[in-house]
């Protein structure tokens, strides 16, 4: 059965360093999202992507956030200058286009900022 | 702004039990769907609830929606420790985005 997959599964950097978080969508969807979980907290939207553009971002998205897809498999999340706050764990999704718009998630990226 | 509550927030029952949790939100959605989640895993799909009067059951679980009153409920029938998880539901705001609910933690105790 196809699935997101995410890279890497835990990432630990310094304050202050870029992060390029990785995700594979499943291969025929069109709509690209990523959220993030803070320890023991909610999932919290950032970003969905539609044709090779921002579609809606949330206040969390700031200028230090940025999303690519550099190829037709990966979609990619950019922590510019990451912050101590940043540590979470980063769940990609994607979704078909169907009239469910279901959402599938990924295993999710763990990132921890020393 | 679009809202989504769930209660509990934490629900410990015992096995064989029933209980149902609760989701609210605030603005019109045709869309809600229920998550589960295991401590340090993704987010698993659990059902998709696309209109009103929308009932789905899977195994001990069955969902509903009332989409007049801005409510879901996830009944639990006869509660299994292997359904200890955090349950969570969303709301799909605009097609861009899913908001989602605090998340219930469930332990269910032998």
């Known amino acids: 059965e196809p699935e997101v997959t995410q890279t890497p599964s835990h990432q630990v950097t310094q304050m202050g360093q870029e992060v390029i978080l990785r995700c594979v969508p499943i291969s025929n969807h069109l709509y690209f999202y990523w959220y993030r979980q803070i320890l023991g907290q909610k999932v919290e939207f950032l970003v969905s992507f539609y044709n090779n553009e921002i579609s809606e971002k949330s206040e969390i998205f700031d200028d230090q956030f940025s999303v690519e897809r550099p190829d037709g498999s990966n979609f990619t999340l950019k922590i510019r200058s990451t912050k101590l706050e940043d540590s979470a764990m980063y769940f990609c999704?994607?979704?078909?286009?169907?009239?469910?718009?279901?959402?599938?998630f990924g295993p999710g990226t763990r990132l921890t900022v020393l | 702004e679009l809202k989504v509550e769930q209660n509990p927030l934490f629900l410990s029952m015992q096995e064989g039990k029933n209980y149902t949790i609760y989701c609210n939100y605030s603005?019109?959605?045709?869309?809600l769907y229920w998550y589960r989640q295991d401590p340090g895993k993704s987010l698993e799909s659990l059902f998709v609830?696309?209109?009103?009067?929308a009932v789905k059951q899977e195994g001990r679980l069955m969902a509903s929606l009332d989409t007049k009153a801005r409510l879901s409920t996830l009944h639990i029938t006869a509660a299994v420790h292997d359904l200890s998880a955090t349950y969570f539901c969303a709301v799909d705001k605009n097609g861009n985005k899913l908001v989602f609910g605090a998340g219930t933690i469930l332990r269910v105790k032998s």
């Open positions: 999704a994607s979704n078909g286009g169907s009239s469910y718009n279901e959402q599938f």
């Open positions: 609830l696309l209109s009103n009067g």
């Open positions: 603005t019109t959605s045709d869309r």
